[in-house]
Nanobody
């Protein structure tokens, strides 16, 4: 059974930084095809960073040059470094497969709040 546990969120002022972590566990699960998603009340969950099949990374324009996704295969963790945070980055952040997140893999997420 796969379990994804996010951590590292918090309250930060605009312009600040946070580093989120996602610990993955489960027989045979590898952090190869993973992404970070953001959920804002009233809106659909959106991808904010992901690893492409070719080994690269993808970021939507809204976070490009500010967010960086990384992984540690030995520890089976995925991280998200977030810099120059903006109030619109506020939301609950989750990790999951990308593409094709699985509904049973969603964890509790970690809350990020950016104050102006």
């Amino acid at each position: 059974q796969v379990q994804l546990v996010e951590s590292g969120g918090g309250l930060v002022q605009a312009g600040g930084s946070l580093r989120l972590s996602c610990a993955a566990s489960g027989s045979g699960f590898r952090v190869d095809s993973m992404g970070w998603y953001r959920q804002v009340p009233g809106k659909q969950r959106e991808l904010v960073a992901g690893f492409t099949r070719g080994g690269g990374t993808y970021y939507p324009d809204s976070v490009k040059a500010r967010f960086t996704i990384s992984r540690d295969r030995a520890k089976n963790t995925v991280s998200l470094e977030m810099n120059s945070l903006k109030p619109e980055d506020t939301g609950v952040y989750y990790c999951n497969l990308w593409p094709g997140p699985r509904s049973t893999y969603w964890g509790q997420g970690t809350q990020v709040t950016v104050s102006s």
